[in-house]
């Protein structure tokens, strides 16, 4: 199917447009940039390097992936391995209604949109090739980007602790995943 490249980056803008109000920023290149914009970018930035010719739905599902993530915060939930999985799935919920609203209001199909929204749920992973690249993409984006920021935030966190953590990142992925992660991935060293 062909890319309506005017209601295609109409979603995009949408998307960036409510990204934009994230009140939680990073610094980048000495300019303070609004934090999951930053990340919508770097998500579709990496898809691009990882898939060849993705398709209009995952490069939609992976500009959202996270969008309005700030509106439910960790602390809102026990903090406790079932509260971070109830925190995680409401997220999704989260992200998928957002993603849907935005992509009824350009005009996309409902199958278009039920599947971006089963793409942001994760449904299928292991089983749904572009359900697992999006995995792949989310886990290339936080090691380059976010491990070292997250296991300093994380300071009280053991060494053992923190390679768990990365162990079970790395056996979400792919193959190909765990591959480029090696290959691909610059790590910072300080």
């Not at 898939?51 to 309005?68: K, M, T």
């Amino acid at each position: 199917m062909k890319i309506d490249h005017n209601r295609f980056n109409l979603a995009i803008s949408l998307f960036d447009e409510l990204n934009r109000e994230d009140p939680n920023r990073e610094f980048i290149n000495g300019k303070e940039e609004p934090k999951e914009l930053l990340y919508a970018q770097r998500v579709t930035t990496m898809l691009k390097g990882y898939v060849s010719n993705p398709s209009e739905v995952l490069q939609l599902a992976a500009r959202c992936q996270h969008i309005q993530r700030w509106k439910i915060e960790r602390k809102s939930f026990p903090m406790t391995k079932p509260g971070y999985y109830q925190w995680r799935t409401s997220l999704r919920e989260l992200h998928a209604k957002t993603a849907e609203k935005i992509l009824r209001e350009v005009g996309y199909e409902e199958n278009i949109i039920d599947r971006v929204c089963a793409l942001l749920k994760k449904e299928g992973l292991k089983t749904d090739i572009e359900s697992q690249a999006l995995e792949d993409v989310v886990v290339l984006v936080f090691i380059e980007n976010y491990l070292q920021e997250f296991t300093n935030k994380h300071g009280n966190f053991d060494e053992t602790k923190i390679k768990d953590i990365v162990d079970k990142s790395l056996k979400k992925m792919t193959a190909k995943g765990r591959l480029t992660a090696l290959t691909m991935i610059k790590l910072s060293v300080s």
